[in-house]
């Protein structure tokens, strides 16, 4: 940052090379300010009423009107004004540190000279109640705020250097009732002083070294991790964004449970093979590469939105024209797939998301190519090993019948027959069919008719598109809809009103807005990738 990075000063005292940490640290001395001034608050109101609570003839007067207590409130006001100043805006890095080391040694200053007229009071030893407060203040300092040893060491010294100097007042204040007092308090204000320094210095380098191991344990890479936002069969997915580029960005991560051999490498050939793909409507691979412990993972865009699953779950059966809208985005995207050999086999709901894009709304993406399967013409021996073509695999509500009965037999039909069940539920709120066992789900499959969508809900239908849908789901492959492209231009032609821009931006400015969920905040190891072994980077797109 310009600010921190332009000047010798802010380099020195902490390093804020993100804007990140810029607002980081505003907030941690915001925070700084408002917590001392509420125990600054807390002592001075609680002092004043005890003190003419227990002291005869002692009124309210009598306790704001000593001098400690304007020193009192002077303290108070600058922690007060060190809250309220940081609390918004964007001041630069030099104003925040100038802040940092302007407010806590007035603050410590007002405190030190409200302790030497604490004598008045009666108070023979001054000097530790002076480094009593000093000693809360800083150690508070170095917890709450994110600072480096160097910056620590700065402030602490600083705020100091004045309570050294009042100890020489309060010692010839002492010297008529402790003989030694002169002498006593300059050198337990300098021991204790050098204690309370050493004390917040360490705690601050502990602290801030902790904090710069988490942030390393988030990077991945030029990756950094924020927060993990969902877990599958393979690995774990982790919002995260690029560290020179700040690009929100998705990275997906191996398992290290499941990091054998087998597994590696078939997450290896999933980021290979769904690298292949280009179309808009495909979920786009950043870049992929291995940690020096082994441990795989690939970066890909992060997609805020909803998938279809939840999109039926929020707001129930779709509307025929945005259905088209979303199925001829997703017709592209598998006919991209299709046309160089590979097959989705998971095409469902939950696998397509519906995203804002370059101002687009109701942008569909397919994503979790994990169970992707290579044509017999494309794929080599080995991939076809590895992509399990003979084990059952997929989401019963949503397979084709061969592959149940043949699940070598996936095919780009497959996916077609997938596409239209997603279509059905899409346009009825419902699964095509509904039984209480995955069993029973894949038998009708096998064995039963679905029933027609306009009979479902108990209205009529476009009866092209619901012709068209019902093809889908026909038994035998070869009655389908023969390719992507051919499915794609059949739904353009079903006469079903377009889905327009302002349609899309009504129902997405009414959608309630939802947070991300937050599984985890990071992985527990610290991750750093080997670029010397890495592997060769995907060109971004």
């Known amino acids: 940052m310009a600010g921190a990075q332009g000047s010798s000063f802010g380099a020195m005292v902490i390093a804020l ?42 009124t309210l007067k009598d306790a704001l009107l000593v001098p400690w207590a304007g020193w009192h409130v002077g303290a108070l006001a600058g922690s007060a004004l060190l809250w309220l100043a940081l609390r918004s805006g964007s001041p630069s890095a030099r104003a925040i540190v100038l802040w940092d080391a302007t407010a806590n040694v007035a603050i410590c200053s007002c405190y030190g000279v409200m302790a030497h007229y ?55 204040a002492l010297e008529s009732t402790i003989a030694v007092a002169y002498v006593f308090a300059p050198v337990n204000v300098f021991l204790w002083g050098s204690v309370i320094v050493a004390i917040a210095t360490l705690a601050s380098k502990v602290i801030y070294g902790l904090r710069q191991q988490v942030a390393k344990a988030q990077r991945l890479g030029q990756y950094e991790l924020v927060s993990k936002i969902g877990q599958g069969g393979m690995g774990e997915v982790y919002r995260a964004r690029h560290a020179l580029l700040r690009r929100p960005t998705a990275v997906k991560l191996l398992l290290p449970e499941r990091s054998g051999q087998a597994a ?28 020096p ?32 809208h979303i199925l001829t985005q997703v017709c592209g995207s598998l006919s991209e797939a299709h046309g160089i050999g590979l097959v989705h086999r998971d095409i469902k709901p939950a696998n397509i998301v519906l995203c804002e894009r370059g101002g687009v709304l109701d942008t569909a993406k397919v994503v979790d190519f994990g169970l992707v399967k290579e044509s017999d013409a494309a794929a080599s021996p080995g991939d076809a090993k590895l992509s399990m073509v ?42 095509v069919f509904s039984a209480e066992t995955a069993m029973e789900v894949c038998a009708a499959h096998l064995h039963e008719q679905p029933e027609r969508p306009s009979t479902r809900l108990g209205t009529p239908l476009n009866a092209a598109l619901e012709e068209l849908l019902l093809s889908c789901l026909e ?22 009103e377009p889905w327009s821009e302002e349609q899309a931006r009504a129902w997405w400015s009414a959608r309630p807005k939802r947070d991300t969920p937050v599984e985890s905040s990071s992985p527990k190891n610290a991750l750093t990738v080997n670029f010397a072994e890495r592997m060769d980077p995907i060109t971004p797109r």
Request: hydrophobic content about 45%; aromatic content about 8%.
């Open 118 to 172: 604490s004598i008045l009071t009666g108070n023979t030893r001054p000097d530790l109640l002076m480094m009593l407060v000093l000693m809360s203040i800083l150690v508070l300092r170095s917890v709450l705020v994110p600072s480096s040893w160097r910056q620590t060491l700065l402030v602490t010294t600083l705020c100091w250097i004045p309570a050294l100097v009042l100890s020489v007042f309060i010692g010839s």
């Open 17 to 58: 090379d993100t804007e990140e940490g810029r607002e980081f640290l505003q907030r941690r001395l915001s925070a700084f300010g408002r917590v001392t001034s509420f125990i600054s608050a807390f002592f001075l109101v609680g002092g004043t009423v005890l003190s003419v609570a227990l002291v005869p003839d002692y």
């Open 264 to 291: 590696l490498a078939r997450f290896e050939r999933e980021v290979r093979l769904t690298a292949k793909l280009t179309h808009p409507n495909t979920v786009a691979i950043f870049d992929y590469g291995h940690t």
């Open 293 to 324: 412990e082994g441990l795989f993972y690939y970066a890909m865009e992060l997609l805020d939105g909803v998938d279809l699953e939840q999109l039926v779950a929020e707001d129930g059966a779709q509307p025929e024209s945005r259905v088209v």
């Open 390 to 431: 003979n084990t059952l695999i997929g989401t019963p509500m949503y397979m084709a019948p061969e592959t149940i009965k043949h699940p070598e037999a996936a095919g780009p039909s497959s996916d077609l027959y997938a596409l239209g069940a997603v279509g059905y539920f899409l346009l009825t709120g419902a699964t």
């Open 475 to 496: 038994k035998d492959a070869d009655k389908r809809p023969r390719s992507a492209a051919a499915m794609r231009q059949s739904l353009l032609q079903c006469g079903v």
